[in-house]
């Protein structure tokens, strides 16, 4: 066996046919359902008590601060009333012993410190003001929540692990650290990264367009959350606004199918299932989000290269334990981008810097068959990702039935029948952030090709579904949640509510 039939044989692995998108939107939607039913610890559907959609004429002054991996984001975002918005930012690196604190005030703390510093340095005005400003806290990790500014962390993912957080409500938790520095801010709303890219987009969506109804993120992590029509919710959600007859839901579908009774799982899956972070936890994550598809490549090119009988990088000595190829988690989502494309030099170059072979080493043979596998990889993960999108759609009815939450202004569909209303009228808008989506050629291509197989979508559907990047929007959709959240409140303070 040559390496092509090699790496052939192994992309085969990664194939996700038509049959098995239909089978795991089957399986997505009966999850779905469960979580609306119950509370459950996977594909959890978590209320977020939002209940409307920017619209693009909001205006005011907010904050939002993001915790949602290494780093920690903080802006201002002052909302103009016509789509558009001015924003100042910060961000730094979180120390990699506050992510394993064993004490939760730690970390909180240090969170209420770089917000403080952060209003010093671009608002000094506003920190020293008798009125709080309102906060979004951005948190992108599974918790239960119980309104719109509290929510308890189910468990911690994404290597962070401060046990003595878990449980308790993180919004109290920054809250009391604000407190106990006397920084002038109130949390309005928690909101996790998905919400706050569909609001983002939503927002600076032109007027005459569909809100977006849909988010979803594919990055380091991925999740997805849509608007959902209230009498479908039958687990006690507690205190909520009904008047529009929707709110928005966090699926959790990371956690989706930890059976594995659909999803594919190869020998790739399984080893970083068994050695990875999160310990079979998180399987629909494994299959589509960056540091996973990385491993994914890494391990599967090792192997090819330890089998002799395969003939893979044939010009390097056999059983080199120095090679970058060697070291867990070293290649970067970049690279199955690069071999998304066409450029074989740029993936030799690629493969020379990661993988460690030097480039006399590398044939045409090499970089094509890593090419393979890489492309089969990232063609997977994007076809899963288009399966979930569309389930979720199914699951909204938003194909089958208008909805006025979400019509373009100045178009009434009050009583009107589908066939009856505009074409933009009777789009669906899906709101998309993350890296993967966004570096890797294809990926949309992909995800379009499984929407297509998907029943109830088709061809016709597919075409009726708009994809949109909403860049880094998830600090600026918090801090319009914030102010939406804020605005809900003093609303009901002036009715005695």
């Known amino acids: 066996m040559n390496p092509l039939e090699a790496a052939e ?66 802006c201002s975002v002052d909302l103009h009333g016509n789509s558009t918005y001015t924003t100042k930012q910060s961000e730094c690196l979180i120390p990699k012993n506050l992510t394993v604190a064993s004490k939760a005030n730690d970390l909180f ?123 479908k919710i039958k687990k006690d959600i507690g205190k909520h606004d009904s008047s529009t007859g929707e709110m928005f839901l966090s699926t959790e579908w990371g956690s989706f199918d930890q059976v594995l009774s659909v999803l594919s ?11 990875g972070v999160d310990r079979n936890m998180q399987m629909f994550e494994k299959r589509m989000s960056g540091p996973f598809l990385g491993e994914l490549l890494r391990i599967a090119i090792e192997r090819m290269y330890d089998d002799p009988r395969l003939g893979l990088f044939p010009n390097y000595k056999r059983g080199d334990k120095k090679l970058n190829l060697r070291t867990p988690w070293s290649v970067e989502p970049s690279m199955l981008s690069i071999a998304e494309g066409s450029d074989t030099k740029a993936l030799t170059k690629k493969i020379e810097e990661v993988f460690g072979f030097p480039s006399w080493a590398i ?26 999108v569309g389930a979720v759609i199914i699951q909204s009815g938003k194909l089958q039935h208008h909805d006025p939450l979400v019509q373009p202004a100045r178009e009434s569909i009050e009583g009107r029948r589908m066939s009856e209303i505009s074409a933009e009228a009777r789009m669906v808008d899906v709101a998309v952030d993350g890296n993967v989506f966004e570096m890797f050629p294809r990926f949309e291509v992909h995800m379009r090709d499984a929407l297509r197989a998907i ?27 914030a102010l939406l959240a804020a605005q809900q409140e003093d609303v009901r303070d002036g009715l005695g509510k």
């Open 265 to 275: 799982n190869t020998q790739y899956d399984q080893h970083i299932a068994q050695y």
């Open 109 to 231: 703390a240090f969170i209420a410190a770089e917000i403080k510093a952060f209003l010093e340095d671009h608002h000094a005005n506003r920190l020293h003001s008798n009125q709080k400003l309102s906060l979004g806290f951005c948190f992108a990790f599974p918790l239960r929540q119980t309104s719109v500014n509290s929510g308890v962390l189910l468990h911690w993912v994404k290597g962070f692990d401060v046990p003595d957080a878990v449980n308790r409500d993180v919004c109290q938790l920054l809250q009391n650290e604000l407190d106990n520095q006397k920084v002038p801010v109130k949390i309005s709303a928690i909101v996790n990264d998905t919400l706050g890219t569909l609001m983002t987009r939503a927002y600076t969506l032109p007027v005459n367009k569909t809100r977006t109804s849909v988010g979803a993120i594919f990055s380091t992590g991925t999740n997805g959350a849509y608007l959902e029509q209230l009498h």
């Open 455 to 481: 029943d109830g979508i088709g061809p016709e559907g597919e075409r009726r579904i708009r994809i949109g990047l909403a860049k880094d929007g998830s600090s600026v959709g918090t801090a319009i949640i």
């Open 9 to 74: 044989s192994v992309a085969e692995q990664f194939e996700v046919s038509n049959s098995d998108i239909q089978n795991c939107v089957n399986q997505f939607i009966t999850e779905l359902n469960d979580g609306l039913s119950e509370w459950r610890p996977t594909m959890c559907q978590i209320p977020t008590y939002i209940t409307r959609v920017a619209n693009g004429t909001e205006r005011g002054f907010t904050l939002a601060v993001d915790l949602g991996g290494t780093n920690l984001k903080i």
């Open 363 to 388: 044939t045409l043979q090499d970089s094509r068959a890593v090419q393979m596998v890489s492309r089969a990889i990232g063609r997977r993960a994007a076809r899963l990702a288009g399966m979930a």
